[in-house]
T-cell receptor, first 114, second 113 residues
């Protein structure tokens, strides 16, 4: 069974631009969450979607947004990019996101903002 | 708010040495605990998890962890490390109604051949 798939794997953007990252969860998984990984802040939760609804949100500015489609695929968007947004963005999926479910991660999208 | 502490930022061992990585969490209620590993250039992979039952859990590649509720700890152990265990190890927790993982800062393990 295929794992969590993220695209693109690597991208470079200019400060002020926006970026959209895509995530396909494991087949049958309905919960998708996003995390940001940086050397300074470590792994931080961005948001979680289930059945096209955002259920949880981390402590990130409104420039960070996401959505989930009816097939459970998800996208996250970062507008007005800042240098500090350079990070590895990880998508994770679980069957329904309830307490006690295992969360599986994709390989991530490396974003560099210049 | 819950938090996770990993006391060792960088651990260097020789092959065949025993490993113990510390993890403490702060949350008074029921928790689910995880250890993830990130090999160089690869994605986070689940090593093992604790949801309930036997507090000693065994994971992949010979790793195990023990949940000690009274100490709010979930330390990772391996009796004999290999060079291929070189990676960054993350402890994480979900608790209460939270569906997201709260991660520790990670421990970089370097195993010398």
């Amino acid at each position: 069974k295929a794992g969590v798939t993220q695209t693109p794997r690597y991208l470079i953007k200019t400060r002020g631009q926006q970026v959209t990252l895509s995530c396909s969860p494991i087949s049958g998984h309905r919960s998708v969450s996003w995390y940001q990984q940086t050397p300074g802040q470590g792994l931080q939760f961005l948001f979680e979607y289930f059945s096209e609804t955002q259920r949880n949100k981390g402590n990130f500015p409104g420039r960070f947004s996401g959505r989930q489609f009816s097939n459970s695929r998800s996208e996250m968007n970062v507008s007005t990019l800042e240098l500090g947004d350079s990070a590895l963005y990880l998508c994770a999926s679980s069957s329904d996101g309830t307490y006690g479910n295992t969360i599986y991660f994709g390989e991530g999208s490396w974003l560099t903002v210049v | 708010a819950q938090s996770v502490s990993q006391h060792n930022h960088h651990v260097i061992l020789s092959e065949a040495a025993s490993l113990e990585l510390g993890c403490n969490y702060s949350y008074g209620g029921t928790v689910n605990l995880f250890w993830y590993v990130q090999y160089p250039g690869q994605h986070l992979q689940l090593l093992l998890k604790y949801f309930s039952g036997d507090p000693l859990v065994k994971g992949i590649k010979g790793f195990e962890a023990e949940f000690i509720k009274s100490k709010f700890s979930f330390n990772l152990r391996k009796p004999s490390v290999q060079w291929s265990d070189t990676a960054e190890y993350f402890c994480a927790v979900t608790s209460g109604s939270a569906r997201q993982l709260t991660f520790g800062s990670g421990t970089q393990l370097t195993v010398l051949p």
